[in-house]
């Protein structure tokens, strides 16, 4: 079972070059058998919020809605946070909105420091305190969500858990790359910028506040249309539906 066809893809791949090595042929029959299973996620959390616990969520970290571009993830440079701070720095959006990250992690004190010295730094807050229970309120207030991820030797993204989390809370598009399983994710719903390109970061993110009303909902109504294939109830009932009629009874019974 993989969690992406970009993780499937690893596999065959690693079968495939042993099977260079030792003369045998487990690759082909390794693809058919690998399944693809998307991560489960409880979207409950993140639909049909409540609109006055969205803007006292918001109220309580000092934000408006719709006022601030959010990255939300883990704090390393493979997750784009780099791009994304000298990106925003070249947007007219910083000079009208917010820059929000959120998150910890290993290089997140060298992206403070970063972020000190950027033309914007008086534009861009660090939150390293926020709990699930907040999350979806964060996503549903953002402008825009940003997540720039980009591969690297010790990280690739798999999928994109926060990606689909984001769209199914319905906040502003979602900006990204296509790298591993992250077009998996987001389908064709997101704005896709290239890995290692601030300047294409800055033209999605003033992109994406300079939206329509109407062409916001509509694109907000999209993702999470996308999003909510990977409910838990859908992922399992896939899952059930693949296993071998043998295995299924068992279940049952059980």
Known sequence: MAVSEYTRDLIVEEAERLDLQRGTDFAPRLREKVAISYPA?????????????IDAALAARGLERDGYVLFLSRLARAKGVDDLIDGFARSAAASTHT?????RGPEAQE??????ASPAADRIRFLDDV???EKPYLMAGSAAYALPTK???EFVETFGIALAESMLAGGGP??????GGVGEAVGDTAIIVPVDAPDAIAVAIDEAVALAPEEREGRRRRAR????????????DRLFAALPD???????VA
């Open 111 to 116: 992206l403070r420091e970063q972020a000190a």
């Open 131 to 133: 709990g699930d229970g």
């Open 151 to 153: 591969p690297r030797p």
């Open 246 to 252: 043998a295995a299924r009874r068992a279940v049952t």
């Open 174 to 179: 979602v900006i990204t790359t296509v790298t």
């Open 99 to 103: 820059l929000v990250i959120a998150g």
């Open 225 to 236: 249309e996308h999003a909510l294939q990977f409910d838990r109830g859908a992922v399992f």
């Open 41 to 53: 996620i409880d979207t409950s959390v993140y639909v049909d919020l409540d609109e006055s616990r």
